[in-house]
């Protein structure tokens, strides 16, 4: 084809689409547009559902009429990776699709070197602790929900995360399962779940993964720790919320201790996380525990005793710790002699269970406030109990 030779049919009216659809987009890319206006222009634009996700798990979906929808985990056929941008189109895709997709995530990344407050325009922290506080009116928590891509109408599950390790936590469940959101709120880590599946089992897959990533020592494990709410009504996030900050209290720092719990695992046991810190500090059988193990010798003997407590026979407990039956019979009785107990009868044992997860409690609860930040290494010098 010759330089003058007329161009092929719909070249010209391809080609005026193309410059439209690049100063739409750069029209928001110059304003102060958030992400929630831009994505809701692509999928009004489209005539489609347009969505985009980040790597902390916030997602927002528009559909073609401008209504916020449900998030969703993105498409195969999505663009690009911080965000992730697509267009949920049914059928074949037209030919600006592309040009569409591109632009748009171009618009959504200028927002956020701009310094935008998050892709929905206002503080995720803010709009999470609307949706999480009982004390916002039910249709002040709605808007939050939907500003967030929360579906109202569908259950959802909140998890705390504390301790280093956080970010990659919280990476490690989106690997798994869908994040509405995360955010960090106070000195803890929350992130919002939707998806459906058991708390129970995902705990049992969440612990296993952060085990793998971030394998503990003798010495203890320095995080990440999670615990889990039961998966309940939208409106009642608040109490899925306080459930997993009490089933991280729980959450274990050594060795062999448990990492993610799940605060329907506790059953009754859910009750001494509700005790002050300093009534589980004072308590007779902790102070005693805290006085033996401040050696490097006690401090073994006592996490050698919560190895037993969570296994349950010497043999296995030989075995997961990788030392001699008799050094493990040696270390528990030295604790046995300072405490008064015989763990070879089952109410002593139950004792020794109950003082080691009293003092496990407290000292994650410490960890939690927000002058606590050596209480895990304390902690780690002297490894109090998990749950199993």
């Given at each position: 084809?010759?330089a003058?030779?007329p161009?092929?049919p719909?070249?010209?009216e391809?080609?005026d689409?193309l410059?439209?659809v ?8 110059e304003s102060d547009?958030n ?6 222009a692509?999928?009004?634009l489209?005539?489609c ?6 790597p902390?798990?916030?997602?927002i979906r528009y559909?073609?009429a401008?209504r916020l ?5 993105p498409?195969?056929a999505?663009?690009?990776v911080?965000?992730?941008v697509?267009l949920?189109?049914a ?7 592309a ?11 200028v927002t956020s ?5 998050g892709?929905t325009g206002?503080a995720?922290?803010?709009?999470l602790?609307v949706?999480?506080?009982?004390e916002?009116r039910?249709?002040?928590?709605v808007?939050a929900?939907?500003l967030?891509g929360?579906d ?7 998890l ?5 390790g956080a970010?990659?936590?919280v990476?490690?469940?989106g690997?798994?399962v869908?994040v509405?959101?995360?955010?960090i709120?106070g ?6 779940l ?5 708390c ?6 969440l ?7 971030f ?11 999670v ?6 009504p ?11 900050r009490r089933?991280?209290?729980f ?5 062999h201790g448990?990492?993610?719990i799940a ?10 996380g509700?005790?002050?810190?300093p009534?589980l500090?004072g308590?007779?059988?902790?102070m005693?525990?805290?006085e ?8 073994l003997a006592?996490?050698t005793?919560?190895?037993?407590c969570?296994?349950g026979s ?5 075995d997961e710790?990788?030392l001699?039956?008799?050094t493990?019979?040696?270390r528990?009785a ?21 003082a080691l997860?009293?003092r496990r ?7 939690l406030?927000?002058?606590g930040s050596?209480?895990r290494?304390a ?6 109990t998990?749950?199993g």
């Amino acid at each position: 084809m010759g330089a003058t030779d007329p161009e092929p049919p719909g070249a010209a009216e391809f080609a005026d689409d193309l410059l439209r659809v690049v100063e739409y987009f750069d029209g928001f890319a110059e304003s102060d547009a958030n992400a929630d206006t831009v994505i809701r222009a692509a999928a009004v634009l489209a005539e489609c559902p347009a969505g985009a996700r980040w790597p902390s798990g916030t997602t927002i979906r528009y559909d073609a009429a401008g209504r916020l929808l449900a998030a969703a985990a993105p498409p195969p056929a999505a663009f690009g990776v911080d965000p992730v941008v697509w267009l949920e189109r049914a059928g074949d895709a037209r030919p600006l699709d592309a040009v569409l997709v591109a632009r748009m995530r171009h618009c959504l990344r200028v927002t956020s070197r701009r310094g935008a407050a998050g892709p929905t325009g206002l503080a995720d922290p803010a709009l999470l602790e609307v949706v999480l506080s009982e004390e916002q009116r039910r249709a002040d928590r709605v808007r939050a929900m939907r500003l967030l891509g929360v579906d109202p109408a569908r259950p959802l599950c909140l998890l705390a995360i504390s301790g280093p390790g956080a970010a990659d936590a919280v990476r490690i469940i989106g690997a798994r399962v869908p994040v509405v959101r995360s955010t960090i709120l106070g000195t803890v880590t929350a992130v919002l779940l939707q998806d459906g599946s058991s708390c129970r089992e995902l705990s049992d897959v969440l612990n296993a993964a952060v085990v793998q990533a971030f394998p503990a020592s003798r010495r203890g494990a320095d995080g990440p720790w999670v615990g889990m709410g039961e998966r309940l009504p939208a409106l009642a996030a608040a109490t899925s919320w306080e459930q997993a900050r009490r089933a991280l209290r729980f959450a274990s720092s050594t060795w062999h201790g448990r990492r993610v719990i799940a605060f329907e695992r506790l059953g009754s046991l859910a009750l001494l996380g509700e005790l002050p810190v300093p009534k589980l500090l004072g308590a007779p059988d902790v102070m005693r525990l805290d006085e033996f193990a401040a050696t490097e010798a006690g401090a073994l003997a006592v996490d050698t005793l919560e190895a037993f407590c969570l296994f349950g026979s010497l043999r296995r407990t030989a075995d997961e710790l990788h030392l001699h039956h008799s050094t493990v019979a040696a270390r528990i009785a030295q604790v046995e002699a300072a405490m008064g107990w015989d763990v070879g009868e089952s109410l002593d044992r139950f004792m020794a269970t109950l003082a080691l997860m009293m003092r496990r409690i407290a000292l994650s609860a410490a960890e939690l406030s927000p002058d606590g930040s050596d209480a895990r290494r304390a902690e780690t010098d002297h490894p109090a109990t998990g749950v199993g």
